[in-house]
């Protein structure tokens, strides 16, 4: 059993960067590949980024690919996903996600969400 949990979300100006992490505990994360999904109100719940178990291959969605950059710290037992040119389309709960790369993240555990707001 793994426990995730987002801190780092907040209201940030367009243009502008944030830093979103997520903290495991209950288990190590280097058993688990590793993402980052998002949820604006009244939609549904969208991929974001994958990052494989050893941190070496990730893969970004094209929305914001070139603008976010997902890492990890398996001795912190930690994963980031660093926002930069930050859009208004953007704004959303950010989730954090523990499973296995089958072609795409299997989700087997997910955080609590944390919100970002990008104002315009």
């Known amino acids: 059993q793994v426990q995730l949990v987002e801190s780092g979300g907040g209201l940030v100006q367009a243009g502008g960067s944030l830093r979103v992490s997520c903290a495991a505990s209950?288990?190590?994360?280097?058993?688990?590949?590793m993402g980052w999904f998002r949820q604006a109100p009244g939609k549904e719940r969208d991929f974001v980024a994958r990052i494989s178990r050893s941190g070496d291959t990730t893969y970004h969605a094209s929305s914001v690919r070139g603008r976010f950059t997902i890492s990890r710290d398996n001795v912190k037992n930690t994963i980031y996903l660093q926002m930069n040119s930050l859009k208004p389309e953007d704004t959303a709960a950010y989730y954090c996600a523990a499973g296995d790369i089958r072609g795409s993240l299997i989700v087997r555990y997910w955080g609590q969400g944390t919100q970002v707001t990008v104002s315009s």
């Open positions: 209950g288990s190590t994360i280097s058993s688990y590949a």
